[in-house]
Structure formats: structure tokens, C-alpha cells
């Protein structure tokens, strides 16, 4: 049972316009959400989190949206780049540790010149 | 700064054979952590090392122990290899356990069993 799913294994975006990658959870008690970025042969490197006491953060180009009642989290990428192309995990937890991180499958983004 | 360092890159190894998997930091971090990856699926946890000294089952731990060997070194041996444990092996590191302290990755092993 997959705690934390993210629906779409990939997505393909122009150049210049938003990417919008979607991540649902199922246990209403995760309370800290994270984005991880991957490229093929490296580890994942953190991008953006965020708190379930917000419903928004922002860095950069990279907005994260909350919403706990739909139990739905977002990933916004404005304007997408080429460098952008990637894997994206989101991944959730429950309480004060990175021991119990639950992660979604990743999406591939794939940025079209 | 290298980071996460890993080692080997690439492993093929015959069913119950055994290998373990190098894995060092040079941040300084307390915690450290093995993953796996398989197709289709999120990062699993298989074991924790909250700091020097402690080490913990994760999510997958059956057929896999650890050893944090000081602060830099967490290594993952597998005993008896079998097929199932096919897989892209992550090690990581964070400062701290929170979540609010992201992992620092390394580029992973792939290992084949055969």
C-alpha cells in the first residue's frame, strides 16, 4: 500500500512554460513534505519542503503547494529549463525524523527545446 | 568536496555470494543511511545510523547488515546474495535525523544477482 504516490512516471513540458509535477499521500499525520531532484547515475539532491503548517513555499524558480484536505502536493516550476530534466521524488513524514521518510515512485520531467 | 562517496560503482554477483557496499561522508554528519531503489517504486529505508555508534532497521532490513564503522563510514553487506536484492543501493548522510535536515546522496551502486 504506497503511502505517498505520484501518478504521472513522466512529463514532457516546453521550454519557457510551467511544469507542474503532483505528488497524493494517504496518512493524514505526514507532516513535513519534501522534493528530491535526480539526474540519470547520481543520487537524489534536495530541492524545496515544506511544512504542514503552510500551504506555500517558494525558492526561486520552485514553488511547493500544500493541500491537506485533498491531501495533494504540488510542484511548480517556473520557467522551465532544460536543466530541469529529471527525475522528482517527493517524499513525506510522519513526526520528527528522517527515519521514517516515505517516498512516491518520481516522476521524469522531460524539458522540450 | 566530494560529499557521499560510494564504492564500487557497478557489482555483478553470483546467488550466495556476499560483498559489502562502502559508503563515507566528509561533512560531518551524524546520521547516515542505506537505500534501495527498484523500478516503480519510492526509495526504500533498509538501515539507519542516527549517529556514531547506533545503527537501526529501516524499512527492509532482512538479508542486509551494516556497520557504522566511525563517523564518516556506514558500510552495507549482504551475507548470502539473492536475486530479490537486485537493485540501485543508496547511501546518505544529514546532519541531523529531522526531516528539516535534508540527506546528502551518493551517486549509488548497482548491483546484479545472478
Known amino acids: 500500500d504506497q503511502q505517498v504516490k505520484q501518478n504521472s512516471p513522466s512529463l514532457s513540458v516546453q521550454e519557457g512554460r510551467i511544469s507542474i509535477l503532483n505528488c497524493d499521500y494517504t496518512?493524514?499525520?505526514?507532516?513535513?513534505f519534501l522534493w528530491y531532484k535526480k539526474y540519470p547515475a547520481e543520487g537524489p539532491t534536495f530541492l524545496i519542503s515544506?511544512?504542514?503548517i503552510k500551504d506555500k513555499n517558494e525558492d526561486g524558480r520552485f514553488t511547493v503547494f500544500l493541500n491537506k484536505s485533498a491531501k495533494h502536493l504540488s510542484l511548480h516550476i517556473v520557467p522551465s529549463q532544460p536543466g530541469d530534466s529529471a527525475v522528482y521524488f517527493c517524499?513525506?513524514?510522519?513526526?520528527?525524523?528522517?527515519?521514517?521518510?516515505?517516498w512516491g515512485a518520481g516522476t521524469k520531467l522531460i524539458i522540450k527545446p | 568536496n566530494a560529499g557521499v562517496t560510494q564504492t564500487p560503482k557497478f557489482q555483478v554477483l553470483k546467488t550466495g555470494q556476499s560483498m559489502t557496499l562502502q559508503c563515507a561522508q566528509d561533512?560531518?554528519?551524524?546520521?547516515m543511511y542505506w537505500y534501495r531503489q527498484d523500478p516503480g517504486m519510492g526509495l526504500r529505508l533498509i538501515y539507519y545510523?542516527?549517529?556514531?555508534?547506533?545503527?537501526d532497521k529501516g524499512e527492509v532490513p532482512n538479508g542486509y547488515n551494516v556497520s557504522r564503522l566511525n563517523k564518516r563510514e556506514f558500510s552495507l553487506r549482504l551475507e548470502s546474495a539473492a536475486p530479490s536484492q537486485t537493485s540501485v543501493y543508496f547511501c546518505?548522510?544529514?546532519?541531523?535525523?529531522?526531516?528539516?535536515?535534508?540527506?546528502?546522496f551518493g551517486n549509488g551502486t548497482r548491483l546484479t544477482v545472478t
Open positions: 546518505a548522510s544529514s546532519e541531523a535525523g529531522r526531516p528539516n535536515s535534508p540527506l546528502h
Open positions: 561533512m560531518n554528519h551524524n546520521s
Open positions: 545510523s542516527a549517529s556514531e555508534g547506533t545503527t
Open positions: 496518512n493524514s499525520m505526514f507532516d513535513y
Open positions: 515544506i511544512s504542514s
Open positions: 517524499a513525506a513524514s510522519e513526526g520528527d525524523s528522517n527515519y521514517q521518510l516515505i
